[in-house]
């Protein structure tokens, strides 16, 4: 973890948009080294503000049982740190608002409002930002032989791998591995079958 004088660890990447000198337009992202686990947090906040171990763990399963039961009466849950609420949708079209009924209609996730509470905290604690080396992924994209290579590798024998894992071994984003993966499962001929699992989306060799 950077220490807090060091500021924030920044990548810049080119997005499928073209400026007006017929270059890429560029973005910026914090740096995908660091990644905090719940335990990590656990760890954090007993080491700086004394928390007793296992806290914040019930607090979060507390308000996750709490919000969900809530949610589905329909409620929206008003919280320090933003409103939670549920988010709906029709399972089909439907033009004459007079005909949908409850079965038209399902829970299509948790739409999630921070307000305005996260940047004032992150201000408080921001200390600027540092630019951190990244690999340029156009040039990674363009050499898909490389990146064929690569992923077979990955896969080994019967093995399976997520946009996640390819993202890292590649040094490609997400964004960019997931959508080339996707494309290796399309065609008469795909090389990759893609499977949900859980939350999660596995790519195995066909």
Request: one cysteine or more; hydrophobic letters at 35%; a positive charge.
């Amino acid at each position: 973890m950077p220490r807090k004088k060091d500021g924030m660890l920044f990548e810049v990447h080119p997005t499928p948009a073209k400026g007006t000198d017929g270059k890429n337009i560029v973005y910026v992202r914090p740096a995908m080294h660091y990644k905090l686990t719940m335990q990590g947090l656990e760890d954090f906040c007993n080491r700086n503000y004394h928390s007793p171990y296992g806290e914040m763990m019930r607090a979060f399963d507390y308000f996750l049982r709490a919000a969900s039961e809530l949610m589905a009466m329909g409620y929206r849950v008003e919280t320090p740190i933003g409103s939670f609420a549920p988010r709906l949708k029709l399972l089909r079209e439907i033009t004459d608002p007079d005909k949908v009924t409850g079965r038209d209609v399902v829970f299509d996730g948790v739409e999630y409002n921070p307000g305005k509470l996260w940047n004032k905290e992150l201000e408080k604690w921001s200390h600027g930002f540092r630019r951190a080396e990244n690999s340029n992924t156009q040039e990674i994209m363009a050499d898909k032989k490389k990146l064929e290579e690569l992923l077979n590798k990955l896969l080994g024998d019967g093995g399976s791998i997520t946009a996640t894992q390819f993202a890292r071994a590649s040094k490609l984003t997400y964004y960019s591995a997931s959508k080339l993966l996707n494309e290796w499962c399309k065609g008469e001929n795909p090389k990759l079958l893609k499977t949900k699992q859980g939350q999660v989306y596995l790519y195995t060799a066909c």
